[in-house]
């Protein structure tokens, strides 16, 4: 599934078919593990980060999660809106980075971006690897599981 929000739905999901679902969530999480993050920070829809499905599944890794105020989840939906629309405000991008900086300033050593829009909203490259792209690591999950013996 190529949409993190949609991974509230992947138990119910799994009832209606045999298919085998790859897990975007698990494997973010086997990513922080790697990397040997022990707090990270999450973005996404306010969907998301009410499900704790991150949550969840990195603390069985022991890895802390710093999640957005309702303010901030806000200011991340209206970026996503605005990345949908194909529209530049650079009042939002500034006020998202403002977001990213906080999540940083509590002790992340990443921030995971659980949208498929986030990250088309801002040039991350100065972060180095500290973002997580959900999208990237679902794309390496896929050709791992298909080049797998």
Known sequence: IGSNTVHVLLEELKEYTKVPFISMIELVAKKCVKNGFR???????????????????LEKNNIKVI????????I????IRHVIAGSKNEEKKQQYIGVLNDLFSKGSEAIILGCTELPLAVNYEVLGNRTINSDEVLAEGIVDYYYSP
Do not use: A
């Open 39 to 57: 707090k990270v920070g999450i973005l996404g829809t306010p969907v998301l980060i009410d499900s704790n499905l991150y949550s969840k599944e």
């Open 67 to 74: 999640t957005p105020s309702q303010e901030q989840l806000e």
């Open 76 to 79: 991340v939906e209206s970026i």
